[in-house]
Every structure is written in C-alpha cells, then in structure tokens.
C-alpha cells in the first residue's frame, strides 16, 4: 500500500471503522482511540497489507482491540464488585423499541454481537465477517442465527410482540 492510497483509504474508511468500533464498544470516545490505533497499525504494516485489504485489516485491529479492552475491563469490574460487596442494579424505564433493541445486543456474547451487527447492520457478506473476526464462514452464520434466536427472546420477554 503506497501513502497515497493510505491516504485515500482513511478518508474512504474512517466513518465506516468508526461505526464499527462504537457499535463494539458503545462509547464514542475509547472509539475515536480504537480508530486511531488501528490505522496507525495500518500505516505501520502498510507494505504488507494489499488496498483492498485495508477496511477489513482496519476493522480486524478494531475488534483485537476491542476485545483486549473488554477483557481487561472484565477482570477490574470483577475486582471492584469483590470489594464493593454488593449488587449494582439498573431501574426499570418505561418501554421503548430502541432501547429494547440496545439491551437485547447487549445480553449478546460478544463475538455474536459484532457478527450480527456486521451483517445486518453494516452489510458485510460472510466472508468479509469470517475475515474480520478471524474464524471460519459456517462459524459466522452459526454466530449469526443464535444472536438472531437470542434477541428475539429477549425481545419478547420485553413486551415486543411486532405489533407495538
């Protein structure tokens, strides 16, 4: 990849890997710095990474990134849940489709969460996913369908029957 179409790629890719990286991780700034990692990733294995390999390369970073920071957080939130002692509960909010949707993503694993959202939501094809994430096409569909199952539960037993 030369520096021009290193160039062109971040004004061609940006919005898309910084979309990417907020639905991962739901906060727009830690996405701003999950952005700015992964092309400077990109930049520095420019020579080796082919230009139409660049979006994908930049949003495999995002997810490496993304799950290191998850996995770190994890292992604090339990730290500090230990030495808290006690439970931290959420207050009941009226209905609401979008948020409803929010939490049936969020009760997702997180590999099913990024599957479904780059299916469906950006409109990646399996094999781009499979290319993404790093694991195999039927492994993709797999993670594809039971987040599908799971947020139709969810959405159920949150009073959403299609008819609201």
Same mark, same amino acid.
């Given at each position: 990849?030369?520096?021009?179409?290193?160039?062109?790629?971040?004004?061609?890719?940006?919005?898309?890997?910084?979309?990417?990286?907020?639905?991962?991780?739901?906060?727009?700034?830690?996405?701003?710095?999950?952005?700015?990692?992964?092309?400077?990733?990109?930049?520095?294995?420019?020579?080796?990474?082919?230009?139409? &390999?660049?979006?994908?390369?930049?949003?495999?970073?995002?997810?490496?990134?993304?799950?290191?920071?998850?996995?770190? =957080?994890? @292992?604090?939130? =339990?730290?500090?849940?230990?030495?808290?002692?006690?439970?931290?509960?959420?207050?009941? =909010?009226?209905?609401?489709?979008? =948020?409803?949707?929010?939490?049936?993503?969020?009760?997702?694993?997180?590999?099913?969460?990024?599957? @479904?959202?780059?299916?469906?939501?950006?409109?990646?094809? @399996?094999?781009?996913?499979?290319?993404?994430?790093?694991?195999?096409?039927?492994?993709?569909?797999?993670? @594809?369908?039971?987040?599908?199952?799971?947020? &139709?539960?969810?959405?159920?037993?949150?009073?959403?029957?299609?008819?609201?």
């Amino acid at each position: 990849m030369t520096r021009n179409e290193y160039n062109n790629g971040v004004s061609l890719w940006a919005d898309d890997v910084y979309r990417y990286a907020v639905h991962c991780c739901g906060d727009r700034e830690q996405s701003k710095d999950f952005v700015q990692e992964a092309f400077a990733t990109l930049w520095e294995k420019r020579e080796s990474v082919a230009t139409e &390999k660049g979006k994908a390369f930049l949003l495999a970073v995002v997810h490496n990134h993304v799950m290191s920071h998850f996995r770190h =957080e994890a @292992v604090y939130r =339990e730290s500090a849940d230990v030495l808290k002692g006690d439970q931290v509960t959420e207050p009941d =909010e009226a209905f609401d489709l979008h =948020e409803a949707i929010q939490k049936a993503m969020d009760a997702l694993p997180q590999v099913q969460r990024e599957a @479904v959202m780059l299916k469906d939501i950006e409109g990646y094809d @399996v094999h781009e996913i499979s290319e993404i994430l790093s694991i195999s096409e039927n492994q993709v569909r797999v993670y @594809v369908f039971r987040a599908r199952v799971s947020m &139709k539960k969810t959405l159920i037993a949150l009073g959403y029957d299609g008819n609201n």
